[in-house]
């Protein structure tokens, strides 16, 4: 599997947009970027994912370089229900096998202030 | 509406005593998963199981079993609780699909082995 780098910490002001980066430089053509978060004491979330195109959902968008070898994940409007860790996992696409594992990093906390 | 369960929320124990924690989920997916979280390692997976009567060994499973009788439900069980299985423990579950890479976590249970 792909490894991903994301920094340890990151700030926000509230209603700021936060950008979360994450560097995957030997993700390889049939892997995907995923994201989740996790707020505190709770259950990680799935956020989205992506091959290649940028992304949007009700959440957040994930804008991937043309190379594929990073990505970012934009929460246009952070919250301070935003605070948590978030987590940039890549994964193999489905390729009809039983692979469905995922390996998650020390993520990103992301701290909101008001 | 569907969800995933987890019980008992919170556990004291004591060593070498055999411990089941339970995972319940609605939305009769195939894949299964058992997670812990200890502060500095991250989410690591236990076990995993893509079916009924199938089980996999994940990167920490030594100490720890699972079984699957039914689509429902993934039980793990500590044989004999050591103080190192002291932690918070994530169930998760997810499709047979390309969309199996997206995988929905339950509130999670909190063990303490003394």
């Known amino acids: 599997d792909a490894k991903t780098t994301q920094p340890p910490s990151m700030d926000c002001a509230e209603g700021r947009a936060a950008n979360l980066p994450c560097n995957h430089s030997?993700?390889?053509?049939?892997?995907?970027v995923y994201w989740y978060r996790q707020i505190h004491s709770q259950g990680p979330q799935y956020i989205i994912h992506?091959?290649?195109n940028n992304e949007t959902n009700e959440m957040a968008s994930l804008i991937i370089t043309e190379d594929r070898k990073s990505s970012t994940l934009i929460l246009p409007h952070a919250t301070l229900r935003d605070t948590a860790v978030y987590y940039c996992?890549?994964?193999?696409?489905?390729?009809?096998?039983?692979?469905?594992?995922?390996?998650f990093g020390k993520g990103t906390l992301l701290t909101v202030n008001p | 509406d569907a969800e995933i369960t987890q019980s008992p929320r919170h556990k004291i124990t004591e060593t070498g005593r055999q411990v089941t924690l339970a995972c319940h989920q609605t939305?009769?997916?195939?894949?299964m998963f058992w997670y812990r979280q200890d502060l500095g390692h991250g989410l690591r997976l236990i076990h995993y199981?893509?079916?009924?009567?199938?089980?996999n060994k994940g990167e920490v499973s030594d100490g720890y079993s699972v079984s699957r009788s039914n689509t429902e439900d993934l039980p793990l069980t500590l044989e004999s609780a050591a103080s190192s299985q002291t932690s918070v423990y994530f169930c998760?579950?997810?499709?047979?699909?390309?969309?199996?890479?997206?995988?929905?976590f339950g509130p999670g249970t909190r063990l303490l082995v003394l």
């Open positions: 998760a579950s997810s499709e047979s699909s390309d969309r199996g890479k997206t995988q929905y």
């Open positions: 030997t993700i390889s053509g049939n892997e995907y």
């Open positions: 992506g091959l290649k």
């Open positions: 996992i890549v994964r193999p696409r489905w390729s009809g096998g039983s692979n469905y594992k995922l390996t």
């Open positions: 939305w009769n997916h195939n894949n």
């Open positions: 199981s893509y079916g009924v009567q199938d089980t």
